[in-house]
């Protein structure tokens, strides 16, 4: 990954330990795909999205842990059967546009889950679906695996029936294998959606302002690596951050009480 982002104009930086990516670099990257549109493709061309349009589209949330049967007040871990459960009705609800796997298959080898739930997605309904990769071998072998439905490779990559969340570590990190998997499903054409997910007070400035700035720093370093791995891959700039409740962290007021 580090040759190919040295490649693009990126250099390491004099401990080895990061790569430096220069203004230019970050400005090429704005330039390929700025005005730009995204299509996250449904497998059957009726829930087509393309973004930006000009209004929102709704997901249906995602990867719980545990579930709890509303009827009988029990709660397990949940399981592939539970990522099922939850895609059908989402796939035959109108208000859910495209879909999130909205509880993880925790009982499967953690090197399968991502590829299992997207396989549940794919069965049971037909809307776009929206994972994540870990490493470079789950996002070649989900690019695969899409790749067969969508009718090859190229038509993959010019009708993305899947793309994927690809979250950065706050403050300013990201992990080296998630790294790898960007560039691979850059490769694929599928389009990266870089969340950005900071808590404003513990893990990006108090102030709007600089969480913004660090929100923003995070995504074009997710978008470089994406140019690097092919040029015009596409991409979608993300936010998922919100402020902290401070007085927590502080120790409650004395008159409070719960």
């Not at 990516?21 to 999205?49: C, F, H, M, Q, Y």
């Not at 049971?124 to 072998?141: M, V």
Request: aromatic share 6%.
């Amino acid at each position: 990954m580090s040759k190919a982002l040295e490649d693009f104009g990126c250099s390491m930086s004099t401990d080895k330990r990061r790569i430096l990516i220069p203004e230019n670099v970050v400005d090429s990257a704005i330039s390929t795909r700025s005005g730009r549109t995204v299509l996250l493709a449904s497998r059957d061309g009726k829930n087509d999205i393309c973004v930006p349009c000009g209004r929102t589209f709704l997901a249906n949330g995602g990867e719980a842990v545990y579930v709890k049967n509303l009827i009988t007040g029990t709660r397990h871990q949940s399981t592939l059967d539970d990522v099922i459960d939850f895609t059908v009705p989402s796939h035959n609800l109108p208000q859910v546009d495209f879909l999130w796997t909205m509880s993880g298959a925790t009982e499967q080898p953690p090197h399968l889950m991502e590829l299992l739930e997207q396989r549940a997605s794919f069965e049971y309904s037909t809307k776009h679906y929206q994972g994540g990769a870990l490493n470079a071998r789950q996002a070649r072998e989900m690019s695969e695996v899409a790749a067969l439905l969508a009718g090859g490779e190229k038509e993959l990559s010019r009708r993305p029936i899947f793309s994927a969340i690809q979250c950065p570590i706050a403050p300013l990190k990201l992990d080296g294998s998630v790294a790898e998997a960007l560039m691979e499903l850059a490769k694929a054409g599928i389009p990266v959606v870089a969340m950005s997910a900071p808590i404003a007070g513990v893990t990006s400035p108090v102030a709007l302002a600089g969480t913004v700035a660090q929100v923003t720093a995070e995504n074009l370093t997710r978008l470089v690596i994406c140019q690097a791995g092919k040029k015009d891959a596409p991409f979608i700039f993300s936010s998922d951050s919100s402020p902290a409740c401070m007085w927590m962290y502080g120790g409650m007021p004395r008159t409070s009480r719960w």
